[in-house]
């Protein structure tokens, strides 16, 4: 098991080299060992922006799968109009 504070040394070493990326990854399993779980690849995690879903919630925001077309909406004119 990696220790935290193995993994706090590199986290600012590699803040410190400028590589934040790693930093970041490395922030990510810091808090997931902090909360009780296992070292994990966080590699696809996205942080919520404060904010961004409304007070005291934490859903992710869903992404649409590639290639995905908003449907059409429907004439509000028309529908349930008999021919």
Known sequence: MTDIEDLRRQMEAAAAALDFETAKRLRDQ???LRGGGEVADTEGLTR????????????????????????????????????
């Not at 904010?51 to 059409?72: D, H, N, Y």
């Not at 429907?74 to 349930?80: I, L, S, V």
Request: no cysteine; glycine share 12%; proline share 15%.
């Open 48 to 83: 919520q922006q404060p904010g961004a879903m409304g007070l005291g919630t934490s859903q992710q925001r869903v992404v649409p799968p590639e290639g995905w077309v908003k449907p059409k909406k429907p004439d509000p004119m028309t529908k349930g109009r008999k021919r």
């Open 30 to 32: 810091i808090s997931v």
